[in-house]
């Protein structure tokens, strides 16, 4: 992005690094309650609102409505799973459908495997992580996003591998459920992976529509 842009809006980037942060440096810090929940929901949130300030068209509130729900479910998760489960849902929907307005007109052999893959795969290892149907069929829809992700237009190595990450992050929460307790490994690595796959969504998919703009000069 143009560096006046990116002087402008860098403002909302950092302050959602911050707040994603903040939330893991402290998610085990007695404040607990509400206000470490609204601190979760900020980092995510706050990309919803880089996305409207930087493009304000139907496809940047299609991303933006992405990014807003999985803050949504980034707090309900805290409060049931199955609520922060719904809200991702309805992330992974909306996404979908933006990556579907996007596709890449001639995806490669070796591009279509790697759909293929996320696709079939990903709700494959869910179940046999969790054998829980529920799991099953969100990682249905996660598996779509994760492949339309990888088959659109948009930079792959940054949307597609930021919605590979999400997959990522949730397996190993469902590693982590199949385990029935805690996962050093998931506790240190599921955030991370979650938030810097957002980020990658969020900005990737940005700079790709504002590249589309006649005479984008800021």
Known sequence: MPKRALLKHRPWLLASVAAATAFYFLSNDPIGGIQLMLLKGLGVALLAIYVLRRHLSVDGGILAAVMALSAIGDMAIEVSFIAGGAAFFLAHIAAIALYFRHRRQHPTSSQKLAGAALFIFTPVISYLLTKDAGVTFYAAGLGTMAALAWLSRFPRYRV????????????????????????????????PLYYSGQFMIATGVVQSLRNDLPLDRD
């Open 160 to 191: 597609g591998v930021g919605a590979v990450l999400f997959v990522v992050s949730d397996w190993l929460i469902f590693y982590r459920m199949g385990q029935g307790g805690q996962s050093a490994l998931a506790d240190w690595l599921v955030w």
